[in-house]
């Protein structure tokens, strides 16, 4: 089974710029998205449901802004909860059952816009730590799929001591990346590819930093110790983030 996480930046934008042909290309049994930033009946009809998929949505009450989906092929996604026990208006968490695998997709708040957004991803950590512990324990192959705004350490961000003071990278929020980790989630990305620069998930549109591969890694599949036993491998694919969205997609096999 192959599961990938994807934040498309718009799943309209992302649509004209060849988001199926980069999911038929990468082949996903499993597709978590994030800041999909429409409703369905804002889609194409033929991408509100594609032929040979379920589908669920979770968009935000505010149109044009964030919102989470899970895709799988076939049937059998069942939908289990939507958000972390309080409001989720903004459409950040959606958590789905296919087949023997359970999936979070998630979109962390991002600060950079100001104080007061970064005060409200300030609240979220804690409360999205304690609400994953129970899956982290469970029996169930689990992952948490998503845009996490939060470059865990060095190796993740091109530009590191620039960034010190800088949202997604702050000494708070790396050290509760960590401790997530700590607990017991596997991040496979950094697993496999060992303390090397990158690979990156998130380039900025300016400097030419997506063609120079200069960015973030933000986006993560976090696998608990039941996936973890049936993890065949996973990468980071470079192209669908160079092509459709500013984010490219993550993608792990399991052995499921």
Not at 62 to 69: F, I, L, Q, R
Not at 161 to 188: A, Y
Not at 199 to 228: E, T
Request: proline fraction near 4%.
């Amino acid at each position: 089974m192959r599961v990938a996480t994807w934040n498309v930046n718009g799943m309209r934008a992302a649509i004209r710029k060849g988001f199926e042909s980069h999911v038929a290309r990468v082949g996903p049994d499993v597709l978590l998205l994030q800041e999909v930033r429409a409703l369905p009946d804002q889609l194409p009809e033929n991408m509100r449901c594609p032929e040979g998929w379920s589908t669920i949505w979770h968009p935000a009450e505010k149109k044009g802004y964030s919102g989470t989906a899970v895709w799988t092929c076939g049937d059998g996604l069942k939908e289990e909860q939507r958000g972390i026990g309080s409001d989720d208006h903004e459409g950040r968490v959606v958590v789905a059952r296919a087949g023997k695998l359970r999936v979070v997709s998630v979109y962390l708040p991002s600060g950079s816009s100001g104080d007061h957004r970064q005060a409200i991803k300030d609240e979220w950590l804690p409360a999205f730590m304690d609400w994953a512990r129970p899956m982290l324990r469970s029996r169930i192959p689990t992952v948490l799929g998503g845009d996490f705004n939060i470059a865990h350490t060095e190796r993740d961000i091109f530009y590191a001591k620039s960034n010190q003071n800088t949202s997604g990278f702050l000494p708070h929020e790396r050290q509760w990346m960590g401790e997530l980790i700590d607990q017991g989630w596997r991040d496979v990305v950094r697993e496999k590819y060992g303390d090397v620069d990158g690979p990156y998930s998130w380039w900025s549109n300016r400097g030419q930093a997506r063609a120079k591969d200069r960015g973030w890694r933000i986006d993560y599949l976090l696998l608990n110790r039941a996936a973890h036993r049936v993890l065949k491998d996973c990468h980071i694919d470079r192209q669908s983030g160079l092509e459709v969205s500013d984010h490219a997609m993550v993608v792990a096999d399991l052995d499921l």
